[in-house]
């Protein structure tokens, strides 16, 4: 990965450490990840692994799309209006057992089906 996608994960990742007053050694700990892969990111611009990356939002209590984005693994979405409540539906369909995926599809169709009759 390139030393600008290790800045602004590193970047984000302060302003997120800042507001929930932790530093990255208790983050480290939480994550139950080394704290060598902050120092390597800081001095060798190296990013840390999806796995890792994927931990780290994880015990930070946020969107791991979001890290992943931020970070340069995955393109940036189109931003839309109610971007937020996008991103925690994506979340949450993400933890659906993949067996029951086609059932949740459904009702999203469902929905939005529903949203365009009433709509008319």
Avoid: C
């Avoid at 990111?41 to 992943?68: H, N």
């Avoid at 393109?75 to 979340?91: A, N, S, T």
């Avoid at 993400?94 to 029951?100: A, I, T």
Wanted: glycine share 4%; hydrophobic share 40%; aromatic share 8%.
């Amino acid at each position: 990965m390139d030393k600008d996608n290790a800045q602004v994960f590193l970047d984000w990742l302060s302003t997120k450490l800042r507001e929930r007053n932790l530093t990255e050694h208790q983050l480290a700990k939480k994550a139950k990840v080394g704290h060598s892969h902050f120092t390597r990111a800081r001095t060798k611009g190296i990013l840390p692994k999806w796995d890792t990356i994927y931990k780290i939002a994880r015990a930070l209590d946020t969107s791991v799309y979001e890290a992943f984005r931020v970070a340069g693994l995955i393109p940036p979405l189109p931003q839309f209006e109610h971007q937020e409540k996008i991103d925690r539906i994506m979340e949450r369909v993400g933890s659906v057992p993949e067996e029951r995926l086609d059932f949740v599809f459904d009702l999203i169709s469902l929905v939005i089906k529903e949203a365009k009759k009433s709509q008319k």
